[in-house]
């Protein structure tokens, strides 16, 4: 199984970051993917982003967004996040603003791969201590370390349980 911490790399984690609206936080999160990825040009992730949005706004609520899409030139996940200065009106189910956007492209055939990462994320958000954390983390290299490890620690949990 595919572990969030696979598919994310420190050099795609901004902390602070600072955006005006849903457009600029994903034009921003476009090109952190992209200048990490050769295969992608951020305007073709933007684009995929943006068509996601349109079935319906990816804040999942808490101050959390996760805009995911689907890109022919993957042959794997990959993923990035940004913790946000100021909330971004995002269209958020709880109409609150996104202060953390976890962005997931997957390869365009990669269904179940793609369902799994997001129940992953899904569950990740939806622990309000975790959130805590991500909120308090003092630099982009600590929210690296909480979103891996925690990604890694939550999914191996119950089959690395030994007897003792």
Avoid: W
């Avoid at 994903?26 to 050769?38: I, P, Q, R, T």
């Avoid at 992730?45 to 995911?68: C, K, M, N, W, Y």
């Avoid at 569950?123 to 308090?136: D, G, I, Q, T, V």
């Amino acid at each position: 199984m595919i572990h969030i911490a696979d598919t994310i790399s420190p050099q795609r984690i901004v902390s602070n970051a600072r955006a005006t609206s849903k457009k600029c936080a994903l034009e921003h999160l476009s090109s952190l993917v992209a200048n990490d990825e050769d295969a992608l040009l951020a305007t073709e992730v933007f684009d995929s982003l943006v068509a996601r949005e349109r079935l319906g706004s990816t804040g999942i609520g808490h101050g959390v967004a996760i805009p995911h899409g689907r890109l022919s030139k993957l042959d794997h996940a990959v993923s990035a996040f940004m913790r946000f200065e100021k909330g971004v009106d995002f269209d958020a189910i709880d109409n609150e603003p996104v202060a953390y956007m976890f962005a997931l492209l997957v390869p365009k055939d990669s269904n179940d791969e793609h369902l799994d990462l997001l129940a992953q994320l899904a569950k990740l958000f939806s622990n309000p201590a975790m959130r805590e954390k991500l909120r308090l983390a003092a630099s982009s290299e600590e929210l690296y370390e909480l979103l891996s490890q925690s990604s890694r620690n939550d999914s191996e949990a119950p089959e690395s349980k030994s007897i003792e």
